[in-house]
């Protein structure tokens, strides 16, 4: 059996970190709010194969594409107004008619874009603090931050994560946790199916 399914949904008020400033002692302090909002939509395709000589498989892919009030849409935001955002405004005009990724805002900040510098400035800010709110609320060992972002920036983007626990996260669980990158690269989703996929198919494993 084979089954295509297509989806499209839009989900609104996701939680988003923002900075505000006290009005009575001018200190800056992080508020959860909602305010984010993102797009989902793509296909899942299935394959479902009967018992035969004492095997049985269930196969899916899904193909997925999300957007929102990320990386990529703020660069969007600065090209439309009047940032002064050189390199990413350069990088645009090469790969037109494509959009920008969070990769061509990482190359940009690189060679000094100060409107890229911000986006990823900010964007490191709401890992960290997203990276506290794990510690705090599940108390692991291990923090593992991966995809091509963190492949791009390491220790960039991993480091001010590790400073926000020490500082903002409970004790306890701040001086058990680790913050590290994941050792495996963009594989380590693949390689991370392989046990499912053995469990699931015994018979081939023999």
Same mark, same amino acid.
């Given at each position: 059996?084979?089954?295509?399914?297509? $989806? $499209?949904?839009?989900?609104?008020?996701?939680?988003? !970190?923002?900075?505000?400033?006290?009005?009575?002692?001018?200190? &800056? $302090?992080? %508020? $959860?709010?909602?305010?984010?909002?993102?797009?989902?939509? @793509?296909?899942?395709?299935?394959?479902?194969?009967?018992?035969?000589?004492?095997?049985?498989?269930?196969?899916?892919?899904?193909?997925?594409?999300? %957007? @929102? +009030? @990320?990386?990529? #849409?703020?660069?969007?935001?600065?090209?439309? %107004?009047?940032?002064?955002?050189?390199?990413?405004?350069?990088?645009?005009?090469?790969?037109?008619?494509? =959009?920008?990724?969070?990769?061509?805002? *990482? &190359?940009?900040?690189?060679?000094?874009?100060?409107?890229?510098?911000?986006?990823?400035?900010?964007?490191?800010?709401?890992?960290?603090?997203?990276?506290?709110?794990?510690?705090?609320?599940? @108390?692991?060992?291990?923090?593992? #931050?991966?995809?091509?972002?963190?492949?791009?920036?390491?220790?960039?983007?991993?480091?001010? !994560?590790? &400073?926000?626990?020490?500082? *903002?996260?409970?004790?306890i669980q701040a001086d058990?946790?680790?913050?590290?990158?994941?050792? #495996?690269?963009?594989?380590?989703?693949?390689?991370?199916?392989? =046990?499912?996929?053995? %469990?699931? #198919?015994?018979?081939? +494993?023999?």
């Open positions: 059996r084979f089954d295509v399914t297509a $989806y $499209y949904k839009d989900i609104k008020n996701l939680v988003q !970190a923002a900075r505000v400033e006290g009005e009575a002692n001018n200190r &800056e $302090y992080t %508020s $959860y709010r909602n305010l984010d909002y993102g797009t989902v939509r @793509g296909f899942e395709f299935a394959l479902k194969m009967r018992q035969t000589n004492h095997i049985s498989a269930d196969l899916a892919y899904t193909l997925a594409f999300a %957007s @929102g +009030t @990320g990386i990529a #849409l703020r660069a969007a935001e600065a090209l439309e %107004s009047d940032a002064e955002a050189p390199e990413l405004r350069r990088i645009a005009a090469e790969i037109a008619p494509s =959009p920008l990724s969070a990769v061509d805002v *990482s &190359e940009a900040a690189d060679l000094g874009d100060p409107a890229a510098s911000f986006i990823l400035k900010r964007a490191r800010r709401a890992v960290a603090v997203a990276v506290v709110s794990i510690v705090n609320v599940f @108390g692991p060992d291990v923090v593992i #931050l991966g995809g091509g972002v963190a492949l791009a920036w390491g220790e960039r983007l991993i480091t001010p !994560a590790r &400073e926000a626990v020490a500082e *903002s996260a409970f004790r058990r946790a680790k913050i590290v990158q994941a050792a #495996l690269g963009d594989d380590v989703g693949l390689i991370g199916t392989v =046990p499912l996929v053995a %469990s699931a #198919l015994p018979e081939l +494993t023999r």
